[in-house]
């Protein structure tokens, strides 16, 4: 039995089916397309999720003694491999020196920049290097920063916070950029400065 591949032979009824299946196989290519083509530019597109949290989020201290503030980072669903970190204080109430970062000794971070110190302002980068394994994929303390309170400081409480427009979290995640900025947000502390009664 031959197959009939002259399409002028072929019944109206028999052309309608052929015609159907056509439009359908093109708009089946058609969303194939469009879905690659999405998830594509799903992957590509790094999703930020990471949060760093200066803790604990409030403690009292006397001018004169330092306030021990921990930097905590939680990547959330990123695995992180980098951060860059800037920390802005009052510098009329604390001061802090290249001496005054110290990184969590159970962390696979090493310092690769810094720290710089300038007025009010402290700055250092961490890496885990280049070993995937060391990948940051739960909470955890990456160190602490001592600010000394200065002896003439004004009591009352003062704000600790991450300067969110010069830090920066590098994730090696499936669908995270080399040079994509993964941060989500960031959680500041209070510190506040109680007074000290002192004979005249």
């Known amino acids: 039995m031959s197959i009939d591949t002259n399409i002028r032979n072929w ?4 052309k309608l089916v052929a015609l159907l299946f056509g439009l359908l196989a ?9 879905l690659v083509q999405r998830q594509q530019e799903l992957r590509g597109r790094a999703e930020k999720a990471t949060i760093l949290t200066l803790a604990p989020p409030n403690q009292n201290v ?17 695995q992180v491999n980098f951060i860059r970190f800037t920390i802005n204080f009052d510098p009329d109430r604390f001061s802090a020196d290249d001496t005054s970062f110290a990184l969590e000794p159970e962390s696979d971070f090493e310092i690769i920049d810094g720290p710089v110190v300038s007025e009010g302002e402290f700055s250092v980068s961490v890496s885990v290097g280049s070993d995937p394994t060391k990948v940051i994929r739960t909470t955890q303390k990456i160190g602490s920063i001592k600010l000394l309170v200065k002896d003439d ?3 009352g ?4 916070t991450f300067d969110e427009s010069k830090t920066q979290v590098r994730s ?19 510190i506040t400065i109680i ?3 002192r004979p005249n």
């Open 62 to 78: 006397a001018p004169g003694d330092k306030a021990k503030v921990n930097v905590v980072i939680n990547p959330g669903v990123n």
């Open 157 to 160: 409480a003062s704000q600790v």
């Open 172 to 190: 090696i995640g499936g669908g995270d950029t080399f040079a994509e900025n993964v941060l989500s947000s960031t959680v500041p502390a209070t």
């Open 26 to 34: 093109i708009i089946g290519l058609v969303v194939t397309i469009y």
């Open 11 to 14: 019944s109206p009824k028999k």
């Open 195 to 197: 007074a000290v009664c």
């Open 153 to 155: 400081a004004a009591g």
